[in-house]
């Protein structure tokens, strides 16, 4: 069964960067599109990015919160997507997880996704 770890968390002032690893096991990464969510508590898993199965072109979406700050990539071959974040800001603080789908859509819906990892702690802060 598919599962991932989350990594690269941690603390980062604003305007600072951080690189979330999501690393698979179990199966291999490119028969799936890769989202990243994230949540703080007492709101809903939101949406981040999410980038689509290999083969053809490759497409990803972003939040519109993110756009030009997040990049999302994936590595077939070490069997890792990743999350470049840079310019961040304290509302980027939360939970960040990373899951899998048949499709990257541009919805970013949660429920669209299976197999979660545990999350890794992103705190924006000065």
């Known amino acids: 069964q598919l599962r991932f770890v989350e990594s690269g968390g941690g603390l980062v002032q604003p305007g600072g960067s951080l690189r979330l690893s999501c690393a698979a096991s179990g199966a291999t990464l490119d028969r799936y599109a890769i989202g990243w969510f994230r949540q703080v508590p007492g709101k809903e898993r939101e949406g981040v990015a999410c980038?689509?199965?290999?083969?053809?072109?490759?497409?990803?979406n972003y939040a519109d919160s993110v756009k030009g700050r997040f990049t999302i990539s994936r590595d077939n071959a070490k069997n890792r997507a990743f999350l470049q974040m840079n310019s961040l800001k304290r509302e980027d603080t939360a939970v960040y997880y990373c899951a899998a789908a048949a499709y990257c859509t541009v919805l970013l819906y949660p429920n669209e996704y299976e197999n979660w990892g545990q999350g890794t702690q992103v705190t924006v802060s000065s």
């Open positions: 980038i689509g199965r290999s083969g053809g072109l490759i497409n990803t």
